[in-house]
């Protein structure tokens, strides 16, 4: 792999690239922000992606410093909620919580899901055929009611 090359495959290595976010998301963001009458010029978009960079920089700054009061090798989330406390932005740690404990939610899913096949003791081509016997018994009582 070539210095021009970073892991992920091909592209400029991301010290040698401006961090930023996508731009046609955030385009999006703000045309369901702006009232339907009003544009916003590329420049206020450009600015708005480079605010926005700067604010993740900040915060994961703030939170590795966190990190690393408490002897951790990885950031956790309690770092991004104290990072956020500390540099003033408690007033935003409850949605962010909320949003934590809905992903842990989701990953508790998940698991749960993937735990059940693997209690099935079934291969994927038997549950396949499970699911179509099942799928067809259900059209068959659909078709007798109708």
Known sequence: MSDDEHEFGGGPHPDDEELSLPKATIQKLIQDYLPSDMSCARDTRDLLIECCVEFI???????????????????????????????????????????????????????????????????????????????????ARFDAAQ
């Open 57 to 139: 920089q900040l915060v994961s700054s703030e939170a590795n410093d966190a990190c690393e009061k408490d002897s951790k090798k990885t950031i956790a989330p309690d770092h991004v909620v104290k990072a956020l406390n500390d540099l003033g932005f408690g007033k935003y740690t409850s949605d962010v919580q909320g949003v934590l404990n809905d992903h842990r939610q989701q990953q508790k899913e998940r698991e749960r899901k993937s735990s059940r096949f693997e209690l099935s003791g079934m291969t994927e081509e038997e549950l396949q055929r499970q699911q179509e016997q099942l799928f067809a018994a259900s059209k």
